[in-house]
């Protein structure tokens, strides 16, 4: 376990070494969040809750995951193309505690982001009048967002592993877009029918209505009649469906990570 402690903090050194860990794990979400602050400043009240703090932040949280999984795709590659993982190969450590060795950091730097996101989602809520959500919730809602970042780690760790430096970044950035647009970050997709259901079946989407459910978030309105009586997200609905997928989706990811990774690691010692 020591050296997997070892090969976790040069990982978390070289994140800390890397100005990309700032600017999009720090500095992106909170920009975010005051942009989206400006847009709502220019929509009448109650036509865009989407933009309100108990909706957007569990959304922008998801988002800063896939950041995550861009982070992790780099370090892995980059490692893989210097030779550096080919020399740590000789070592007694075995497949496993590579992947716990670069999860680990991530996780850290995960929660960082989570802790920055809310507070930050509270202090504009509080500005703003909106409120967010109180003490218990916000911790409900960090434990619940934690899936979610295995997730994007993961996908991470699996492009990294099976794709070089130059095209895992452009892969991960396909699923970043993706996170954004399918997980309903700041796009209505309750006012979308059937492409709201489809997009249920993918962890974004449900990590962010998991989140919106926990701050007692309120649909979009789609006429008066609705504008008048706001829906709240309701964990009765679909909730139980879509913690099932995506504990599921946890699961499947960190086990590919694994398998790619050890069928690396064969291939490059013999």
């Given amino acids: 376990m020591k050296k997997v402690i070892l090969f ?13 860990l700032y600017i999009f794990c720090v500095g992106f979400p909170i920009f ?21 703090e108990k909706s957007l932040i569990p959304g922008i ?21 210097s030779a550096f993982l080919k020399r740590l190969f000789s070592s007694p450590l075995k497949a496993y505690q590579f992947i716990l060795g ?35 919730n916000a911790c409900l809602l960090f434990v619940e967002m ?15 592993t099976i794709l070089n ?13 993706a996170s954004g647009i399918l997980g309903g970050a700041w796009m ?32 979009t309105p789609i006429d008066e009649v609705t504008t008048l009586k706001p829906i709240i997200y309701n964990f009765s609905d679909r909730g139980t469906l879509y913690l099932v997928l995506m504990l599921g989706y946890m ?3 960190v086990s590919l990570s694994l398998f790619a990774f050890t069928n690396k690691m064969k291939k490059d010692i013999s």
């Fill in 188 to 219: 209505p997709l309750d006012t979308m029918g059937n492409f709201e259901k489809a997009c249920g079946f993918l962890p974004f989407y449900e990590s962010t209505y998991l989140g919106r459910c926990i701050t007692g978030a309120t649909h």
């Fill in 165 to 177: 430096d130059k095209s895992s970044p452009a892969v991960s950035s396909v699923f970043i877009s």
């Fill in 61 to 81: 949280v998801m988002f800063s995951y896939s950041l995550l999984m861009l982070m992790s795709s780099l370090l892995i590659s980059k490692d893989r193309q």
């Fill in 8 to 20: 976790a903090k040069r990982n978390l050194t070289e994140m800390i070494r890397d100005p990309l």
């Fill in 102 to 136: 670069y999860l680990i950091p991530f996780i850290i730097v995960g929660l960082c982001q989570t802790v920055i996101c809310i507070v930050s989602g509270c202090i504009s809520g509080l500005i703003s009048g909106r409120g967010f959500v109180d003490f218990g």
């Fill in 32 to 52: 975010m969040i005051l942009m989206f602050n400006v847009i709502l400043h220019y929509i009448p009240d109650g036509q865009s809750p989407i933009f309100y």
């Fill in 251 to 253: 699961v499947v990811l």
């Fill in 146 to 160: 934690l899936p979610m970042m295995v997730i994007c780690i993961s996908l991470g760790m699996i492009f990294g």
